[in-house]
């Protein structure tokens, strides 16, 4: 069964409507490895070693955050610049990576009607996370559709948080259908999961 490490960047848990919800359902799920990475991290001062022994010990990897900016918070970008490093990740010798999974787990401000061609952002979701799915592809890994929540200041978030939920416990059981690398954007109705 793959090894499922979810790691959370919002830098204010405490005032948060859906990622605290998400982040208290996830937490019932056995067998996943779990990080605040703001907690952790306060000061963005990233151990690069550890981050990089925690990844190479599990085979799907979930980045939960909030959109900020059409782009994850800033501690997510550090995270990335430092622990997805030359050697390691990309380049020579950089392919501690290949063959794992990526999946992001996203809330957005904007509407599902914001995010989509003619719509106030003019751009489908997707479109924004390119950066995240060709650093998934540089590093050699798979990157599985995004789970999404739009209107997250306006949602119900009981409905996504147990979808979160249900979706880590899927990939724990190796219950995550192959559709996953097709799909646009998963939704709470609409995982990809086959019969356990
Ligand atoms: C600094 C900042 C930047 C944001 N940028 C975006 C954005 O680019 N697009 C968007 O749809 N929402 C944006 N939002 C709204 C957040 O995505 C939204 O507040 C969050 O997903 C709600 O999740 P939470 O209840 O867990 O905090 C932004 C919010 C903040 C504070």
């Known amino acids: ?3 499922v ?12 409507h859906v990622n605290a919800a998400m982040w208290a359902a996830a937490r019932g799920v056995a067998g996943v490895t779990r990080a605040d990475l703001y907690a952790r ?7 690069i070693a550890a981050e990089q022994a925690r990844l190479l ?16 918070p800033a ?10 490093e030359h050697g390691f990740a990309y380049g020579a010798g950089g392919d501690r990576l290949h063959g794992k999974v990526l999946q ?3 809330t957005t401000g904007g509407t599902a009607a914001a ?6 952002n003019h751009h489908e979701v997707r479109t924004f996370l390119t950066p995240f799915e060709q650093t998934a592809r540089l590093s050699g890994m798979r990157f599985a559709a995004p789970y999404v929540l739009h209107g997250a200041l306006l949602a119900d978030p009981a409905a996504h948080a147990a979808g979160f939920a249900r979706l880590l416990a899927a990939w724990t059981a190796d219950r995550v259908a192959p559709e996953v690398f097709d799909r646009a954007i998963l939704t709470h109705d609409t995982l990809p999961l086959t019969e356990g």
């Open 5 to 16: 490490l979810h790691l959370l960047a919002h830098p204010g848990l405490a005032t948060s």
């Open 115 to 120: 995010y989509a061609p003619g719509g106030h």
């Open 41 to 47: 991290y306060p000061r963005h001062d990233i151990d």
């Open 75 to 84: 501690l997510l970008k550090d995270w990335i610049d430092l622990t997805l």
């Open 1 to 3: 069964m793959p090894a």
């Open 57 to 72: 010990a599990h085979e799907v990897i979930v980045l939960q955050f909030p959109l900020f900016w059409y782009s994850g």
């Open 104 to 106: 992001l787990a996203i």
